[in-house]
């Protein structure tokens, strides 16, 4: 793979954000920095097709708010089709985790993936995925 060197004009603030995401990441320099945030959402952006993918989803919640298990259990009904499976982990005495392993059309998991993270009382919810096909 060649190597392509280019000049980049950026706001102050910005480049201090972008140092600060390399520290944070341990990122030996900006070059490093820059092509994993490209990476990462150029990456994603082609998630948003029909292809074939399989990963999961990681929520983080407190089963005591109002509707959120309800909810939760009826959305995973609606897609049932592409859950294969999930499992349950009581974190602490109120903190739950629940892994839901996924697979079908990238699409279709990167929305029920935003449905189940934006249902009222997550505190993280993220997707992971892999191609499957
Ligand atoms: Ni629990």
Redesign the pocket.
């Known amino acids: 793979m060649s190597i392509v060197r280019f000049g980049v004009s950026l706001e102050k603030e910005l480049l201090e954000a972008l140092d600060n995401y390399a520290s944070e990441n341990h990122f030996t320099n900006r070059s490093q920095a820059i092509r994993n945030l490209i990476n990462n959402n150029i990456v994603t952006s082609k998630w948003q097709c029909n292809n074939l993918v399989a990963g999961s989803i990681t929520l983080v919640y407190d089963?005591h708010k109002r509707d959120l298990l309800t909810n939760l259990t009826d959305l995973q009904h609606d897609y049932h089709n592409v859950i294969l499976s999930s499992q349950?982990?009581?974190?602490e005495k109120d903190?739950?985790?629940?892994i839901i392993a996924v697979k079908g059309k990238a699409a279709s998991l990167t929305e029920l993936a935003d449905k189940l993270i934006a249902i009222k009382g997550i505190q993280h919810g993220k997707l992971t995925m892999s191609r499957a096909d």
């Open positions: 089963h349950h982990f009581h974190l903190l739950c985790m629940e």
